[in-house]
């Protein structure tokens, strides 16, 4: 069955860095858009970064431009963000999504907490 297992998630010193991963199975991986969203407590989910099929671009929310970075092995069927410089602000917990036609899947999510 499909399954999307997101890792890496933890509290974090403000300034500091996390990178989490998340691990694809049960579908044909590099068919598909793969993103990271995030949702903070009494907040809606918003996009955080999108990269495309095989990686060639890449988006990011305003707010964390130049801070992360999306990356993915379709080879290992992974997908990553690598966050620095992580601010309270960052605080939520981050899925990972799979998009392709009108197929899209979750992950269950992992928390990244940002404090002192």
């Known amino acids: 069955q499909v399954q999307l297992v997101e890792s890496g998630g933890g509290l974090v010193q403000p300034g500091g860095s996390l990178r989490l991963s998340c691990a694809a199975s049960?579908?044909?991986?590099?068919?598909?858009?793969m993103s990271w969203y995030r949702q903070a407590p009494e907040k809606e989910r918003e996009l955080v970064a999108r990269?495309?099929?095989?990686?060639?671009?890449?988006n990011y929310a305003d707010s964390v431009n130049g801070r992360f970075t999306i990356s993915r092995d379709n080879a290992k069927k992974m997908v990553y963000l690598q966050m620095n410089s992580l601010t309270p602000e960052d605080t939520a917990v981050y899925y990972c999504?799979?998009?392709?036609?009108?197929?899209?899947?979750w992950g269950q999510g992992t928390q990244v907490t940002v404090s002192s």
């Open positions: 049960g579908f044909t991986f590099s068919l598909y858009v």
């Open positions: 999504n799979a998009e392709h036609g009108l197929s899209r899947y």
């Open positions: 990269i495309s099929r095989q990686g060639g671009s890449t």
